[in-house]
């Protein structure tokens, strides 16, 4: 079936350094992407999103690069901080037909420690 | 905080039993979406109600249902419960009248324990 998978379950970097959270998606269908963040004892937040007519978008510290050529999936966040430190997801969306409209599957997940 | 309450926060329970996870949407949103997200299975999408109607089906088990009401909150029914049913339930929301979008604001979640 579809799935959505990340190549890194952890990645640990420095306090400024740049961060590059990777995910691969594997439904070419997919038209919609979506980066979200989940800190301890909380519900997922949204972070950027993309569809499948771009490849690059832009938001504050954050950028999301989207290659469909292989399936890839990229969230880059610059001047990494503490307040960083989270469970990354991707997420893909496909709308077949009009019926699956907020139909979300999610990867894995990648836990990012930003150290001081 | 996105806006989106769920109640209860905790929930501790038997097998066999049946519970009801209550969720409201930011306000004006009429999307509501169930996810579960467990150690083994992740975030795993269940259901999604429109303005009252289902929209969308995921993963959900049969003894798991859910309802969106008039005034737009929503809640999902878990029956027979089993052990692994334990996990985190998380609504979101979406959608003002006029509109749609995929951005989803995720409530704070209920976790449900079975014993």
């Known amino acids: 079936g579809e799935s959505v998978g990340l190549h890194l379950p952890t990645l640990s970097v420095q306090e400024g350094d740049n961060s590059i959270i990777n995910c691969a998606y594997s439904?070419?269908?997919?038209?919609?992407f979506i980066w979200y963040k989940q800190e301890s004892g909380k519900g997922p937040q949204f972070i950027i999103d993309?569809?499948?007519?771009?490849d690059k978008r832009q938001g504050q510290r954050v950028t999301v690069l989207l290659n469909k050529t292989v399936k890839h999936l990229s969230l880059q966040i610059a001047a990494t901080q503490p307040g960083d430190s989270a469970v990354y997801f991707c997420a893909e969306n496909w709308n077949a037909g009009g019926t699956s409209y907020g139909k979300l599957t999610f990867g894995q997940g990648t836990i990012l420690t930003v150290h001081p | 905080d996105s806006g989106v309450t769920q109640t209860p926060k905790h929930l501790i329970t038997a097998t066999g039993q049946r519970v009801t996870l209550r969720c409201s949407p930011r306000?004006?949103?009429?999307?509501v979406y169930w996810y579960q997200q467990s150690l083994d299975q992740g975030l795993q999408f269940l259901i999604q109600y429109y303005n009252g109607e289902e929209r969308a089906k995921g993963n959900i088990l049969e003894r798991f249902s859910a309802q969106q009401f008039p005034d737009l909150h929503s809640e999902l029914n878990l029956s027979s419960l089993e052990l692994g049913d334990s996990a985190l339930y998380f609504c979101?929301?979406?959608?003002?009248?006029?509109?749609?979008?995929?951005?989803?604001?995720f409530g704070p979640g209920t976790r449900l324990t079975v014993l």
């Open positions: 979101a929301s979406s959608s003002k009248r006029g509109t749609f979008s995929n951005e989803q604001f």
């Open positions: 306000s004006g949103d009429l999307s």
């Open positions: 439904n070419s269908a997919s038209d919609y």
């Open positions: 993309i569809r499948s007519n771009m």
